[in-house]
């Protein structure tokens, strides 16, 4: 067998090993692709769905990539850019051939199984064998991380792990082997990364120091010339900056700018984060007992504008094959992981849900004064990716030092259940990962066949007895394509022209207070109601939806009737109502 025949056979069985641990640890949602999403009910995957449809929707009636939306946060509107423009750019070619729900898990299968074959390519890259680099991409593409904030939680931005590994096993691989393909591939792995996510641009180029350095160093020390290697990586650097630039000013465009949907959001992240703000973020930091202890009530579980899971958890059957493979070549990755682990718990270090520091570290103070964008860290569990490229490398390593190339496969497979079956039994993230169904509801198609123009309000705003916003309504939108007043940013999910209305203020005493029956006619007054009608009217509102199944059992009836004593209904679709919002008879 030749050896590109091989190299050909070992990544199909690769690819073939992880699509079946993939479905495990997703089912059922392999078996219900077109009806059912990868993702928790409450997480961000209605957003991500949203934001693939609103893509193809604004390129086909612009002609362009869209970076202003006036199809949400009616009636201000204003610039903006989806947050994972590459998820959207993947989900462009799979729109033109399946549906927006089967097309939004293949980006979601494509993104997991990209993790996947990322740390398998980034340990072959390194010189690994292949039973050791399966187990290596099994690590990284099962990591707590991805499990539970990228997947079960769908962060859409951090579900995009697998370009990290794919550039740093490129950047190996241009060390090694400087030329062309090596230069161009690095670079535009690099761009496509960073436009995955800033973060990971940020991350990922304060990690290429620490790994292209030692590789270097190796190159010298076997007396090869470094200049070759030098040179393809300035070439690198100029093609990452020739992709990466153009796209990301035109992103950051969206972010800063005066009327920006997510102004104010961008503009709080700018300060630096103290004490008291870290331990209200629950979710954004790691903690050393969170890489360790097992068991689900280790879940950090965060909720306001979606409900967010998180976990960095090792896994131990990890953890003690890279023990056993810390040895000279790859200890490099060792101290790739540790910096990693130390940048996640914060500048605060926390070492479990609470710091006994009362002032940062000097390395972050260092790292916010030396590296200026790290300013806009908040999120500091993302450095978490580097714990576990590292603990994939050595693990991998560990398996490579066993005898025949069948045992090493043999070792690796084995192994490889071990962390996907630690991640079902002890890993804090849920595993099958949590789904929901996705089906539009007909009162939603209806909306698109009705003859007046104008936004709409879909109610509930929350989901029961919980303040996570009932963010389904964005998906919603692709059936009827009207404008709905809910936002992206958590400090304002609703534009304060809606919040301030009397009619709206009014709806959620009826809806959600738990004294509305004794509030009386001093906060429900018919003529600020009426005015508030009249005020929606006029900023474009054309009707309310009120979506029954959403609502509290106990105040369905007196939901329904107060919307029916004050607007008029248009129809009725299994249970749910559609009511004209028309202030002509006020």
């Not at 010189?127 to 680099?133: D, F, Q, R, S, V």
């Not at 490229?389 to 069948?406: E, I, K, T, Y």
């Not at 009426?530 to 199944?549: P, S």
Request: charged share 15%; net charge neutral; hydrophobic share 50%.
């Amino acid at each position: 067998m030749t050896a590109r025949r091989r190299t050909v056979l070992e990544n199909l069985s690769a690819f073939g090993f992880y699509a079946l641990a993939l479905c495990a640890a997703s089912w059922p949602v392999p078996v219900e692709l077109a009806t059912r999403v990868v993702g928790d009910e409450r997480s961000g995957a209605w957003r991500t769905l949203w934001a693939h449809w609103w893509t193809k929707f604004r390129i086909l009636q612009d002609g362009s990539w869209p970076l202003d939306a006036t199809e949400i946060a009616f009636p201000r509107g204003g610039a903006f850019s989806s947050i994972a423009p590459v998820n959207d750019a993947v989900s462009l070619p799979l729109q033109v051939f399946l549906e927006l729900v089967p097309a939004y898990n293949g980006v979601v299968y494509f993104h997991w199984m990209l993790a996947c074959m990322g740390g398998w390519w980034l340990a072959r890259a390194c010189g690994l064998k292949p039973g050791g680099a399966l187990l290596a991409g099994t690590i990284f593409g099962f990591n707590g991380f991805l499990l539970s904030y990228g997947l079960g939680s769908a962060v859409v931005e951090t579900n995009t792990q697998g370009w990290a590994a794919c550039f740093l096993a490129a950047m190996v691989w241009l060390v090694r082997r400087p030329g062309p393909l090596p230069a161009v591939a690095t670079g535009v792995l690099f761009a496509i990364t960073g436009l995955s996510s800033f973060y990971w641009a940020l991350i990922v180029g304060l990690l290429t120091p620490v790994v292209a350095l030692p590789a270097l160093l190796d190159r010298r020390r076997r007396g090869e010339k470094l200049g070759p290697a030098i040179v393809a990586a300035l070439a690198s650097i100029l093609v990452a900056a020739a992709v990466f630039t153009p796209f990301a000013l035109a992103l950051l465009d969206t972010y800063g700018a005066e009327d920006a949907l997510l102004h104010d959001y961008s503009v709080r992240k700018q300060s630096f984060v103290q004490p008291e703000i870290m331990t209200g973020l629950a979710h954004d930091f790691a903690t050393v007992t969170g890489y360790l202890v097992p068991g689900p009530a280790r879940l950090k579980v965060h909720a306001d504008m979606d409900r967010l899971t998180q976990t960095t958890y090792l896994g131990w059957a990890a953890l003690m094959f890279a023990v056993f493979g810390f040895r000279r070549g790859v200890r490099r990755w060792a101290v790739v992981g540790f910096i990693g682990l130390v940048l996640s718990v914060g500048p605060f270090v926390f070492v479990d849900s609470t710091s006994f520091l009362d002032n940062p570290v000097w390395w972050w103070v260092s790292l916010r004064e030396w590296v200026p964008p790290s300013k806009m860290v908040t999120s500091y569990v993302r450095f978490s990716i580097w714990a576990f490229l590292g603990l994939g490398v050595l693990a991998a390593a560990a398996v490579d030092r066993l005898g025949s190339a069948r045992s090493r496969w043999t070792v690796g497979v084995l192994a490889s259940v071990a962390v996907v079956g630690e991640a079902f039994l002890l890993s804090p993230a849920v595993v099958p990962i949590p789904s929901a169904p996705a089906v539009v509801p007909e009162v939603s198609r209806q909306l698109a066949t009705l003859p007046r123009e104008g936004a709409v309000l879909d109610w509930p705003q929350r989901y029961s007895g919980e303040k996570v916003e009932l963010s389904r309504y964005f998906f919603y939108q692709s059936a009827h394509a009207r404008p709905i007043p809910y936002d992206f940013a958590p400090t304002s999910y609703m534009p304060g022209p809606i919040e301030s209305n009397p009619f709206f203020l009014a709806l959620e005493i009826v809806t959600f207070g738990q004294d509305y029956e004794t509030m009386g006619s001093r906060e429900l007054a018919d003529l600020p109601i009426r005015r508030g009608i009249a005020d929606l009217d006029d900023m474009g509102f054309a009707y309310v939806v009120l979506h029954t199944g959403f609502v509290e059992p106990s105040r369905q009836e007196l939901v329904t009737g107060w919307l029916d004593m004050w607007l008029e209904r248009v129809g009725m679709w299994d249970g749910d109502v559609i009511y004209s919002l028309d202030a002509t008879g006020y």
